[in-house]
């Protein structure tokens, strides 16, 4: 066969029309069983008695307080890993120092260390009977069970995202334009707000929203070190996950849909900043 024909090129693209008909086919079978089955189950359950009984489950003082703790779980931990994102791919990517590779591993850590067991860490660290759990109860400082666990908890899941969107997508971009600027005069903060952040925004963005989707959603850390106490360190997945063992099962639909709403909008703005990340690497080459 000749491949330099563009027609057989363009052909071969294609593939079988057979081949091309089960890929399609099995691809809405697999997406429609993993992911329209379940959103449809989630909705169904949450309206099956009305939306008055679904509006009373989200608005209960509990699945208000879970909210407000999830919302402030996320909103702390967002921010530093928004910094130390940007600080770890900034070294990582414009600098070569010793030690450089390890850090790059660390920054890997959370994704190969099961939630429950960096929890488990964190009781052994701040707990009663922890490493530091007498030193904290002597200055009556409470981590563990509290708000500050949750928060620690989250960071660890979540840090790894921000970084690691950052760092092959600033090593791709090279040191070149920083390099111009500081012969121009630039100092450091010139260079990284006019040159730096607008070469990495929309891949900056993408990794915020990754972010922000864990943290809603962590939970397997944030159960070890919440104490489950209802109203008090329960976030909205710990939330839905008591009602559901209560067999209220409506109420934790009702409160799992607002997971739900947070997770498709999360995809929506996720969808546009890959585009705009595309749009701007195929500008980036045209150049």
Same mark, same amino acid.
């Given at each position: 066969?000749?491949?330099?024909?563009?027609?057989? #090129?363009?052909?071969?693209?294609?593939?079988?029309?057979?081949?091309?008909?089960? &890929?399609? /086919?099995? /691809?809405?079978?697999?997406? =429609?069983?993993?992911?329209?089955?379940?959103?449809?189950?989630?909705?169904?359950?949450?309206?099956?008695?009305?939306?008055?009984?679904?509006?009373?489950?989200?608005?209960?003082? @509990?699945?208000?307080?879970?909210l407000?703790?999830? %919302?402030?779980?996320?909103?702390?931990?967002?921010?530093?890993?928004?910094?130390?994102?940007?600080?770890?791919?900034?070294?990582?990517?414009?600098?070569?120092?010793r030690?450089k590779?390890?850090?790059v591993?660390?920054?890997?850590?959370?994704?190969?260390?099961?939630?429950?067991?960096?929890?488990?860490?964190?009781?052994?660290?701040?707990g009663?009977?922890?490493?530091?759990?007498?030193?904290? $109860?002597?200055? @009556?400082? $409470?981590?563990?069970?509290?708000?500050?666990?949750?928060v620690?908890a989250? &960071?660890?899941? =979540?840090?790894?995202?921000?970084?690691?969107?950052?760092?092959?997508?600033?090593?791709?971009?090279?040191? $070149?334009?920083?390099?111009?600027?500081?012969?121009?005069g630039?100092?450091?903060?010139?260079?990284?707000?006019?040159?730096? #952040?607008?070469?990495?925004k929309?891949?900056?963005?993408?990794?915020?929203? %990754?972010?922000?989707?864990?943290?809603?959603?962590?939970?397997?850390?944030?159960?070890?070190?919440?104490?489950?106490?209802?109203?008090?360190?329960?976030?909205?997945? &710990?939330?839905?996950?008591?009602?559901?063992?209560?067999?209220?099962?409506?109420?934790?639909?009702?409160?799992?849909?607002?997971?739900?709403? #947070?997770?498709?909008?999360?995809?929506?703005?996720?969808?546009?900043?890959?585009?705009?990340?595309?749009?701007?690497?195929? =500008?980036?080459? =045209?150049?």
């Amino acid at each position: 066969m000749n491949t330099s024909n563009p027609s057989s #090129l363009s052909a071969a693209r294609r593939g079988s029309p057979w081949g091309r008909r089960i &890929l399609i /086919t099995a /691809t809405w079978i697999v997406f =429609t069983l993993f992911l329209l089955l379940p959103l449809y189950i989630v909705l169904s359950e949450a309206l099956k008695e009305g939306f008055g009984t679904f509006f009373s489950a989200i608005i209960e003082p @509990d699945a208000l307080s879970a909210l407000k703790l999830t %919302l402030i779980a996320t909103g702390i931990s967002l921010p530093l890993n928004v910094v130390f994102g940007v600080a770890a791919a900034w070294c990582v990517s414009k600098y070569e120092f010793r030690g450089k590779s390890i850090l790059v591993t660390l920054i890997d850590l959370p994704f190969s260390v099961s939630p429950v067991i960096a929890g488990l860490v964190y009781v052994l660290l701040f707990g009663a009977q922890g490493l530091l759990g007498p030193w904290l $109860q002597d200055h @009556d400082i $409470q981590i563990i069970f509290a708000v500050p666990g949750i928060v620690l908890a989250t &960071l660890f899941v =979540t840090f790894p995202f921000v970084a690691r969107e950052l760092i092959p997508l600033m090593q791709e971009q090279g040191t $070149q334009e920083e390099e111009a600027a500081r012969l121009l005069g630039a100092n450091g903060w010139q260079m990284f707000w006019h040159v730096t #952040l607008p070469n990495i925004k929309w891949g900056l963005i993408y990794g915020v929203l %990754l972010c922000n989707a864990r943290a809603m959603g962590e939970f397997g850390a944030v159960s070890v070190v919440s104490g489950h106490i209802r109203g008090v360190t329960n976030t909205l997945p &710990l939330h839905v996950e008591i009602l559901y063992n209560e067999y209220n099962h409506v109420a934790a639909f009702s409160v799992a849909s607002l997971l739900l709403a #947070l997770a498709l909008l999360t995809l929506l703005l996720k969808q546009w900043s890959e585009s705009r990340l595309a749009n701007q690497n195929s =500008t980036q080459e =045209t150049h």
